[in-house]
C-alpha cells in the first residue's frame, strides 16, 4: 500500500516514530494509502531545519525571493490538474471544484510576487534637526502552518506563499486525511529554486500539533480548522509566546428580502450550500428569507436539488461527492434526525437515495428552523441547508448578529439601501451583497468575527504580510561639520 512520507530539509524523511495513519478514498469507503506520524523528535528536526534554513532566506533578497514565488506560480499552474486529482482522490471533491480550489490558492501566490512592493516601509527625512527616520517590516522566524482537510491545497496557498515571500521559513501539518498535495508543493519549490530547510512537511495528529504549538523555536502559527480546536490552538500558542492566528467554524447566513431575484437567490443558495458536499468554513447553512417570498423560493430551490448528481468524483456529470469520512457523514445524517426531534420540518431528506458505496449524502432541506434547535446552533459542515423564516431586515439581521459565529453573511436584495445597511451592520467579517460565498480576492484578506476567529490578524493579503513580518524603526543621525555637544536633557524633536 502506498506510503506518505514527511518533507525535511529538501528531501523525503520516513517516519521513524512507529505511528501511523490512514489515508481512504471517500467515494469508495476504502484505504489507500497509510501517513507516517510525527513523533516530538521528528517535529524538532524539521524545526532545526527551519531555523538553520531562516538564516540564509531571510537575507535573500526581494528580487530572488519574488523570482522563486513567480516560479512556484507557473509551476503549480502547469501542475493544476495533478492537484486537483489528489484532491479529488483524498477529500472526494468533484473536478471541477478542487480545480476551482487550486485556481482561488494561486491568486496567493501571484499577491506574493509582488513581496518587493508589499514590504515597502516608511521614510521621514528630517523627523529632527539632522534626524532622519525610517520603518522596515521583518520576518519573523519559523513558521508553523496547520491546515484543514477540506482545502488541502488552497489553505496552504494562503499561508506559505505569503510566509516565505516575507522571508520566513515554513513547517507545515497538513491535515493527516488529505496529506498528499502538500508533498506536491514541497516538489515544485525545490524546483522553483526555495532553498532546501525553507519548506518543510510533517504528518501526524495531535502530537505533532502541539509540540508545533508548544516549540520554542516556532514564532508564529497559522490555523484553520473548527473552533473548539482554533480556541485550543490559539490559547496554547500564545501561552508559549507565540503570535497566533487561528480560523475557527462558522454558520453562515444568507438573508433574502422580498425584491430579490428569486432565480439568483435560489441558484445562489443551492450553489452555496451544497458545494463541496458542504464541507466549507464559508458554505451557507441558514436561509433567512421573508415570509411573503418563502414558499416561492423553496419551491426553486427543491426543484434544483432534485438536479443534483451525487457520486464519485471519477464519473462524469458528478455535481457532488461524499463526505470526508464515515464518522463525519454519520454525524452530519444525525443532524437531521435531531431537526425532526426538535420541531423543524424535514424537506429534503439528504439519508434517501444517496450512493451506498462510500460516505455519500444527498443534499438536505430543513424548514421551520429556529434558534435553540441544534441543526441551527452547531457548525453540520456537510449539505444541509436550514431556513428561518423572517418579517424582513430587521428580524433576519438580528438572528445573523445574535448568532455565536461571524464568518460570512449575505443578503440578497434589489435594494440599495438596505444593501449598504447591511454592511455597515452585520456583525461578520466577510460578506456579500447577491454574492453567496463572498471569500474575499487574495489582495484584500480572508477572516471572520466572534467565534469564527482567535487572532489580531486576517489570513492572507495585506493582514498576512503584517502577520508574517514585524515592524522596526530605524532613528538615524550622521555627523556633519560641527559638534553636537553632551547635553542630558529629554531629547525633543526640533
Known sequence: MKRINHWVGGRVLVGASGREGPVFDPALGRQQAVVDFASAAEVDQAVAVARQAFLSWRQTSLARRSEVLFALRELVSAHRLELASLISAEHGKVPADALGEVARGIENLEFACGIPTLLKGGYSEQASTGVDVHGVRQPLGVVACITPFNFPAMVPMWMFATALACGNTVVLKPSEKTPSA???????????????????VVHGDRIAADRLLAHPDIDAISF?????????VYETGTRHDKRVQALGGAKNHMLVLGDADL???????????FGSAGERCMAISVLLVADSVADGLLERIRSRMADIVVGPASQPGTDMGPLITREHRDAVAAHIAHAVDDGARVLVDGR??????GWFLRPSLIDNVRPGMRCYDQEIFGPVLCVMRVAGYEEGLAVINANQFGNGAALFTRDGGAARSFGFDVQAGMVGINVPVPVPVAHFSFG?????LFGDQHIY???????????????????????AGVDLNFPRNR
Not at 182 to 200: I, K, S, T, V, W
Not at 224 to 232: C, D, E, I, L, N
Not at 462 to 481: D, L, Q
Open 461 to 483: 493579503g495585506p493582514e498576512g504580510v503584517n502577520f508574517y513580518t514585524r515592524a522596526k524603526v530605524i532613528t538615524s543621525r550622521w555627523p556633519g561639520a560641527e559638534r
Open 263 to 273: 432565480n439568483a437567490a435560489a441558484d445562489a443558495a443551492v450553489s452555496a450550500a
Open 182 to 200: 502538500c508533498l506536491l508543493f514541497a516538489e515544485l519549490m525545490q524546483r522553483a529554486g526555495l532553498p532546501d530547510g525553507c519548506f518543510n
Open 448 to 452: 471572520g468575527w466572534k467565534a469564527s
Open 352 to 357: 434517501v437515495g444517496a450512493p451506498t458505496e
Open 224 to 232: 484553520v480548522g473548527s473552533t473548539p480546536v482554533a480556541r485550543h
